[in-house]
């Protein structure tokens, strides 16, 4: 006949911590990735805060909409170290073409904004 045995778990046995103790001088996250994020998470606030002016200066959610792609994390801007400028794209709710390009200017220091263009369409690449 064939046996089977199991291991048996002895019971009071100190088993090693699992857990690891961190000095306080050293950092959970290397700096470089902390600033990484502080980064991305500044991106976001400002391709957050275009896209609500452009949502303002074109008459509010009932008279307009940006495309999608503003929707998108880690939708495109252009950093000039100090500043990002938006693109944005958008158009009449429901459109699926859009009409209107609002280029925005967010200085990174203050969210500080400037519409640097409001208007239909310039010179558009598609692919």
Do not use: C
């Not at 991305?40 to 307009?64: D, F, P, W």
């Not at 158009?91 to 073409?97: D, L, S």
């Not at 220091?109 to 690449?125: C, S």
């Amino acid at each position: 006949m064939w046996q089977l045995i199991l291991p048996t778990l002895a019971i009071g046995v100190a088993l090693p911590s699992l857990a690891q103790v961190n000095p306080a001088d050293t950092p959970l996250v290397p700096s470089s990735s902390t600033n990484l994020l502080a980064e991305a998470q500044s991106r976001s606030r400002a391709k957050n805060v275009a896209r609500q002016t452009a949502e303002k200066i074109n008459g509010g959610l009932e008279k307009y909409r940006a495309d999608a792609s503003v929707f998108v994390p880690g939708a495109a801007a252009i950093d000039q170290g100090d500043h990002w400028i938006f693109n944005i794209l958008g158009g009449p709710p429901g459109a699926t073409t859009p009409s209107i390009e609002s280029e925005i200017r967010i200085d990174k220091a203050d969210f500080t904004v400037t519409v640097l263009y409001n208007g239909p369409l310039r010179n558009q690449i598609t692919p």
